[in-house]
């Protein structure tokens, strides 16, 4: 069941697997709070339509045709949680993933070591555990490598583009 704060983000245009995948989405986020506190509080959306959780938590839902899931943590023990699900029998084409994967990535698709799914997945998990931080989010600009090598290695990437100024790209 949906706290009536949630309902109120649901658009009459949705389609029905829309409105599934939101209350599906919704439900695993209450479950998971429930590991963690007793009172389950109603998910909210922010601006871009990240899930508001409640001050002390820190989380991630992600939800795809009839299944959803949602991880949550506590602030103090972690500074982001992010989970992604994708259909992995998705086939892209090289210029689909092409708008979202670097040229590194891409080679590693060619060489069969990763599919795009796969890139694309981590990415979005990746985007929503550092969500918080000072990015500006475009899927092609958006390096998975630097992610995953560390708080150290994305600072030093942003002090590189804060010193580019405008000519950053």
Not at 44 to 66: C, M, N, Q, T, Y
Not at 71 to 88: F, L, N, P, S, T
Request: charged share 30%; aromatic share 10%; net charge positive.
């Amino acid at each position: 069941n949906l706290f009536n704060e949630e309902k109120i983000f649901i658009k009459r245009e949705w389609s029905e697997i829309r409105l599934k995948t939101y209350i599906l989405g919704r439900c695993a986020a209450h479950r998971a709070l429930q590991t963690l506190q007793k009172e389950i509080v109603p998910i909210l959306k922010g601006r871009d339509g990240e899930p508001i959780w409640p001050f002390d938590i820190v989380g991630s839902i992600s939800h795809k045709d009839a299944i959803a899931v949602a991880a949550v943590g506590k602030k103090k023990r972690y500074k982001g949680i992010g989970v992604d699900i994708e259909d992995q029998t998705t086939i892209l084409s090289k210029k689909e993933y092409s708008l979202f994967c670097t040229p590194q990535e891409i080679a590693c698709i060619d060489k069969k070591e990763f599919s795009p799914i796969d890139i694309f997945s981590r990415k979005e998990a990746i985007l929503k555990a550092y969500y918080t931080a000072y990015f500006t989010i475009r899927a092609d600009e958006f390096d998975s490598d630097i992610m995953c090598h560390g708080k150290e290695k994305v600072l030093n990437k942003m002090k590189e583009i804060d010193l580019a100024g405008n000519s950053a790209t």
